[in-house]
Every structure is written in structure tokens, then in C-alpha cells.
């Protein structure tokens, strides 16, 4: 409370905000309550304690501070954050803000040396750095969800290497494939996924604290070391940057997009997946959802609401964007509606990824009606052409060769494999009975045995490379 002389309700009000020496009348109630953050960037506590201590800390380094102020702040923010997390702190609408909300508690506990934190600061560099420290931490809790998710792939991958179903291409049958090579697919989707978010994180790590208002500050402040305090990787280089730019969120959220694309196409297999006219895998009862009314009902409803949940992640991309495109320099109030779109994509994120690597590796196939399927669609009709190339034929004439094949198949309702010898020789004489060794599921995919090929061999080697590969990154702590 001011200690100025008091006439009316009106400055009581007034002077009870920590910005209030100015005003002559109190703000409106619904601008007050429209204004305030308080109701969602309450979330941000941890982090706004941890960066108010550093600064505390660096004030005494400098000499602004004496040593029983910053301890008496130290101890003060540590019982406000046991209060908040004992649920017992309550939050002022009128206070708007988290920081203004725990700055006036430190007030209350501690008197004259809660009135000193925010010296050299403001709270436009304050909530850019705990929206960094706060994003920085989920990155990190993104990315390991993201390897439990891709160390899920890999066993499946694993125990799945010899397992063939139809790929496809325009949704049409193409040619048989490993079932762990398709799991692998994923697994190297989600690698680039977790580097772009690693690399997101650099520009994440950098400290904005010190930029004040926009301008920095006229105190003999050590940025240097409150970055070293709080683990950033530097200080920033430009105040006005610092306090204005948003677009370390949109590339976190640009990467997110990303990540959320490749599980909403994963998802949309799965739910074609385990459709009858597919019936290729079996997600356990505990991932299924039941209906109201049809009691034979299984649905897949987890991948849906993920394939779902994509639009909300694309949306909040959108909202951010738009939020910073039109903002002079500096820091401007529109930067306020940067957190719920940013909370929503991490929420939404690990939401996903966790029902994911919870599911994945509990996926059953369904062996018989993966080859029923692959052995419908003459999906070694590329086989028979590269054997008839390999016999000497061009290319464009085997093509041209099988075609006839198939259409003959198509009549008779026979797969390639189920033709004679002699049926196979009148649409070429350079077809001899070798040519069975090449028109089975297991020929055809036993014979891409390259680099990045669908062969089981080919599928175990990259499986156990990418053990190591998620073994080094947690052994060099990435996470
Ligand atoms: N709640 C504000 C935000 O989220 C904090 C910064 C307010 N700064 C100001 N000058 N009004 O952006």
C-alpha cells in the first residue's frame, strides 16, 4: 500500500498497482479484466522466480543490492513459489500479470527490498526471458517424448523386418515392402522433426533480460552473468530486438507444425489400418474408444483426435504470424497474446507424441491380410520387368510386356505368381521357370538390398544404426 496521504477510494485503488503513481482514476473493471494475463500466464511462475532470483543475484554482484536484500528476496520468492504450489497464493485480476502478481507478494513478505527487484528491468524483458526459459524446458521435454516415440518405431521395426505388406502409392497397391522399413519411414520423419526442434532451441537459449523497457538500462548491470546464472547460451545483442521479436515461438511452433503434419498422416494410417476393408493391424482395446449406440464398434479414436489436433497447431502458427506482422519496434501489448497459442501447440504436442510412443509398440499386425492385400494388386509386376531386363530386354518393352501380363491377370483373376509357365512365356519367350523366384512377395522385397531399400536386411542395419544414434543423444545429455 502507498504510504502517500489517501483522499479517495478512487487513488487507493490506484496506488495499490504497482504502475499507479500516475493515474488519477481508477482503470475500468472490464478493461482491467480484459487486459490481464494473470489467468493464463499464472504458468510461467517457476520460470519468472528462477529469472527474478538471478537478477536479484546479479544486482549484488554489481553492488545495487545489498547481501540481506538479495537473501531476503532469494527466501521470499521460495516461499512464494511453495505457496503457489501449495495452491494457497491467490491471484490478482487486478495485479494483471504473473510478474506483477509475485512482485507485490515479495513486496508484502519482505517490505522495502521486494520494492528494489526491479531495478534495471522491466517487465517487457522480464516475460521474454521466462517465455525462453519456459519453452526452452518444454523443447527438452518435447525431444525426449519424441525418442520414446522413435525407440518404439525401432522394436517394432525390429521384431516387424521380415513382415510384408503392400505399399502403396495413390492409394493403389504398388509393391510389397517391410513392414518395419514403413515403421522406419516414421522413425526417420521424427529424426528430422527432433533436429528442427534442437536447432530451434539455439535461438531459443538467448537471454533478453537487460533490455529493460527497449532501450536497456542506466544501472552498471552484468548481463554475462545473469545469462551464466540461468543457463543461456548468451546474451542478446539488441535491446529492441529482445523485448519485440516473438520469432523464436514461431519457429518453435513452424517446427511443431511440422511434427504434428507427419503424426496426422501416421495417424491416417492407422485409421485405415484398422478398418475391415484393411484389417492390417490391431491397436489394443485400451487405445479404442467404443459407440453409444452400435455395440460392435471399435474406432480408433485416438489417431483421429491427433489427426484432428493438427489443425489446432496450424491455427495457432497462424495466430502468431498474424500477431507479429504488422508491430513497430518495440515491445507493443499485442505480444501478451503470444502464450495461449504457444501453451496450446506444447499441450496439443505432448499430448500427441505421448499417445503415440504409449501405443506404437503395442501395434499387432495382421500378417495373413497384409500379403491377401499385397498378392491383389500385381504388386510384383515391376519384378517381372526388371527380370525381363535383366534377360536383355529394354526397359519400355518390359513394361509394355508385363502390362499385357496384368491385363491377362485382370481377366482371369490371377495374381502373376499364380500363372503357368507357359501362360507367362506367350507374352514373352525370355521368361523361363526361374522367374517364380522373382514374382514372390519375399523375392521381390529380399531383392532391393540397397541403401535405403526395403529389404529385411537393409531395415536391420538402419534400426541398429538408429539405436546408436538415440543412444548418443542421450548420453550427450541432448534432453
Ligand atoms: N503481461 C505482459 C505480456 O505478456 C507483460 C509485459 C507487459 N508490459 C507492458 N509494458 N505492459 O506481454
Known amino acids: ?26 482503470t475500468d473493471a472490464f478493461v482491467e479484466a480484459f487486459t490481464a494475463s494473470i489467468n493464463f500466464d499464472k504458468r510461467l511462475y517457476e520460470h519468472d522466480i528462477v529469472a527474478s532470483k538471478a537478477h536479484a543475484q546479479m544486482l549484488h554482484k554489481v553492488g545495487i543490492l545489498a547481501k540481506d536484500e538479495m537473501q531476503d528476496i532469494l527466501s521470499g ?4 513459489q511453495q505457496e503457489i504450489e501449495a495452491g494457497t497464493l491467490e491471484w490478482s485480476v487486478q495485479l494483471e500479470d504473473i510478474h506483477m502478481n509475485i512482485e507485490a507478494r515479495l513486496t508484502d513478505k519482505i517490505g522495502i527490498a521486494g520494492k528494489k527487484l526491479h531495478t534495471g528491468r522491466s517487465r517487457n524483458d522480464q516475460v521474454a526471458t521466462d517465455i525462453r526459459l519456459w519453452l526452452r524446458q518444454q523443447i527438452d521435454y518435447i525431444s525426449s517424448e519424441i525418442v520414446r516415440l522413435q525407440q518404439g518405431l525401432l522394436q517394432v521395426a525390429k521384431r516387424e523386418a521380415d513382415t510384408i505388406l503392400p505399399g502403396f502409392t495413390h492409394l ?24 528442427r526442434l534442437q536447432d530451434c532451441r539455439k535461438r531459443v537459449n538467448i537471454m533478453p533480460l537487460g533490455a529493460a523497457a527497449l532501450a536497456g538500462t542506466s544501472y552498471p548491470i552484468d548481463r554475462d552473468y545473469t545469462a551464466e546464472l540461468l543457463g543461456f547460451e548468451c546474451a ?3 535491446s529492441l530486438d529482445s523485448v519485440s521479436d516473438r520469432d523464436f515461438a ?11 503434419m507427419h503424426l496426422s498422416r501416421f495417424s491416417e494410417e492407422l485409421v485405415l489400418w484398422t478398418s475391415a476393408q484393411f484389417n492390417f493391424i490391431n491397436l489394443p482395446d485400451r487405445f479404442c474408444t467404443g459407440s453409444s449406440i452400435m455395440p460392435q464398434k471399435k474406432n480408433p479414436d485416438v489417431p483421429e483426435l491427433i489427426r484432428g489436433k493438427t489443425g489446432r ?3 495457432d502458427l497462424m495466430s502468431l504470424l498474424t500477431l507479429m506482422k504488422s508491430q513497430p519496434l518495440a515491445y507493443n501489448k499485442d505480444n501478451q497474446e503470444d502464450k495461449e ?29 497384409m500379403r491377401t492385400a499385397a498378392m491383389q494388386g500385381f504388386s510384383t509386376a515391376t519384378d517381372l520387368a526388371d527380370y525381363l531386363v535383366r534377360k536383355g530386354m529394354p526397359f519400355r518393352d518390359a513394361h509394355e510386356v508385363v502390362g499385357n501380363a496384368v491385363a491377362f491377370g485382370v481377366k482371369t483373376g490371377k495374381d502373376l505368381s499364380e500363372m503357368s509357365l507357359q501362360e507367362l512365356q506367350a507374352f514373352s519367350k525370355m521368361i523361363g521357370q526361374d522367374v517364380f523366384e522373382v514374382l514372390t512377395l519375399e523375392g521381390s522385397v529380399a531383392a532391393r538390398d540397397h541403401l535405403g531399400g526395403t529389404s529385411a536386411a537393409q531395415v536391420r542395419k538402419r534400426v541398429e544404426e538408429a539405436y546408436i544414434n538415440l543412444q548418443n543423444i542421450q548420453a550427450n545429455d541432448t534432453l
Open 172 to 195: 493403389q497397391v504398388a509393391q510389397p515392402i517391410s513392414f518395419g522399413h514403413h515403421m522406419m519411414a516414421w522413425y526417420e520423419m521424427l529424426k528430422r522433426d527432433f533436429e
Open 313 to 315: 497447431v496450424y491455427g
Open 1 to 26: 500500500m502507498s504510504e502517500n496521504k489517501k483522499s479517495t477510494d478512487t487513488e487507493d485503488t490506484e496506488k495499490d498497482k504497482l504502475w499507479g503513481g500516475r493515474f488519477t482514476e481508477s
Open 341 to 369: 497459442p504457444l501453451f496450446d501447440t506444447v499441450d496439443t504436442l505432448l499430448g500427441s507424441l505421448r499417445a503415440f510412443a504409449d501405443m506404437i509398440p503395442h501395434i499387432e499386425t495382421r500378417k495373413d491380410s
Open 250 to 260: 514461431i519457429e518453435f511452433v513452424s517446427a511443431a507444425s511440422l511434427l504434428m
Open 77 to 80: 520468492l521460495d516461499e512464494i
Open 236 to 238: 542478446s545483442a539488441n
